[in-house]
């Protein structure tokens, strides 16, 4: 909103695309679109003497930044930066939000639980020279963790994942205004993952002279990045994995859970590091592998065990959380696996005999699976309750639900107000499920075929608190 202000003064018809510079705001032609939505100018090159521009769509995520060509450009009304404003990179991207469980669902008409606005700092992301100064940094400060980052109710733009390098950023002295570009942009052009091509949506820190190829040829199994298929093709030849590496918890029909040690298995855990945050914006990566452990899912054919997605989780977490990183992998994303991740470390804090809740921010993408899976679970609980006596109607406390689900409890409260359940009468909450509401539940149940069994989880979680190192 702030930053709209600052440029509406400079509304200016604009003679040329020469006088066009990085900063500039205008009506830009979104590729595979007939929309001309307002973008920002990130930066300008120069291609055998035409100029491209790489442009963020203001209300759009960033994965749909793009380079574009002059022609995609309407000058007839281009918004100049203020000077002192700098060249905006602090373009906030307010995220569209729906509750997931189907139909409109009107927002909680007040917030009982008052959030703290999110500390927001666009400079979240490093390029590859940073990355081990802020790891380093990471671990001193891991210890003394700031405040939770709650800012699921929030329209923030981008906030770290960890309050990394609070000290020198601070200052500014981390982090240069250049690099902030640079780390905005995306860098790889396309990799090849098993048989899956796919185009990268945000920047990730693989070597320079990885990143000016046409593809990144990565190893399925290992995740080791070759620069051509051939030399991807001599590696498989050696590389004897067909899974990942860690041990194997769970297999029900053809899906796997892996469990790895980033300790033991850092090779693998960075790669894996690497590969998400080409699909992941607010991940701040963590060379330093060792605090986490991962949770690989994979489908298993005649070929071997293929990647779907993961999530990662601190061994010991002193704010209950059960997740830092969670992803599905593009070609798996709306089939239902996200849920199932999402699931699957839920039934690991069960059998820890704890509530968890992720690590905030979440993703948008992140965000709805989230607020989906709560409101179906939760649902699913209150909708299976049978009274206790006649004429009585069921009963049951916030910490049942949690306890039932390993939900957290803000993160119940959070989802029975984003669904309008609660209601208060005669001196008493009341929830309240209306026929739409039920029958939503329903339908959103049947297309959750897979399901994660309990009874095909073979794990015994670890105090790792005990434990003098990992
Ligand atoms: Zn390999």
């Known amino acids: 909103m702030k930053i709209d202000m600052e440029y509406m003064d400079d509304s200016t018809v604009c003679d040329s695309v020469s006088s066009l510079v990085e900063g500039c705001r205008l009506p830009v032609h979104m590729t595979g679109t007939n929309d001309w939505p307002l973008a920002e100018i990130i930066s300008i090159k120069d ?8 442009v963020h769509y203001v209300d759009f995520n960033k994965r749909l930044d793009e380079w574009v060509t002059e022609e995609s450009l309407d000058t007839r009304k281009v918004h100049f930066p203020r000077k002192d404003v700098g060249t905006g990179t602090g373009v906030s991207t307010p995220k569209k939000i729906s509750i997931g469980g189907g139909g409109s669902v009107p ?40 405040p939770s980052l709650d800012n699921e ?5 981008p906030v770290p994942l960890v309050p990394a390098m609070p000290g020198p950023r601070q200052s500014g002295s981390m982090v240069s205004h250049h690099d902030d570009i640079v780390t905005r942009m995306k860098n ?20 320079q002279e990885m990143v000016n190829l046409p593809c990144i040829y990565i190893c399925e199994f290992c995740l080791k990045y070759r620069k051509s298929r051939k030399c991807l093709e001599r590696h498989l030849v050696k590389c004897n994995l067909r899974h990942p ?19 033991k298995n850092k090779v693998y855990a960075q790669n894996l590091c690497l590969l998400a945050k080409l699909f992941l914006d607010h991940k701040t990566l963590y060379y330093d592998t060792d605090p986490f452990l991962f949770y690989v899912m994979t489908v298993f054919d005649n070929r071997g065990f293929h990647i779907v997605g993961y999530f990662s989780k601190e061994k010991e977490s002193t704010e209950d959380y059960n997740v830092a990183c969670i992803l599905t992998m593009p070609p798996y994303q709306r089939k239902g696996y996200g849920k199932l991740l999402i699931e699957f470390s839920y039934e690991l804090s069960k059998f820890e005999g704890k509530t968890g809740s992720p690590e905030k921010p979440l ?9 989906s899976y709560w409101a179906q679970t939760i649902l699913e609980i209150l909708m299976s309750m049978k009274p ?8 049951i406390t916030i910490n049942e639900i949690c306890e039932l689900t390993s939900i957290k409890k803000e993160d119940v409260i959070s989802t029975l107000q984003n669904l309008n359940l609660i209601n208060y009468y005669k001196g008493q909450y009341i929830i309240t499920l209306s026929k739409e509401i039920i029958q939503s539940q329903y339908k959103a149940m049947e297309t959750r075929k897979i399901r994660i069994d309990p009874k095909c989880l073979h794990w015994t979680p670890k105090d790792w608190g005990k434990r003098s190192k990992w």
């Not at 291609?47 to 790489?54: A, F, M």
């Not at 500390?119 to 210890?143: C, D, H, I, T």
């Not at 590496?245 to 300790?263: L, M, Q, V, W």
């Open 107 to 146: 927002p909680p008409p007040m917030a009982v639980i008052s959030r703290p606005s999110s500390p927001v700092n666009n400079s979240e992301l490093l390029n590859g020279n940073a990355v081990l100064a802020a790891a380093l940094q990471k671990k001193m400060n891991r210890k003394r963790k700031g």
């Open 47 to 54: 291609v055998q003497g035409s100029k491209c521009y790489y």
């Open 245 to 263: 590496p860690g041990n194997e918890i769970y297999r029900k029909e053809n899906i796997s859970f892996f469990e790895i040690d980033g300790r």
């Open 153 to 157: 109710d929030s329209q923030d733009g």
């Open 388 to 395: 206790v006596g006649e004429n009585e109607k069921p009963q």
């Open 363 to 371: 993703s948008d993408l992140g965000l709805l699976s989230y607020r």
């Open 188 to 207: 790889v052009e396309m990799i090849e993952l098993g048989r899956h091509r796919l185009k990268p949506w945000y920047f990730a820190p693989y070597p």
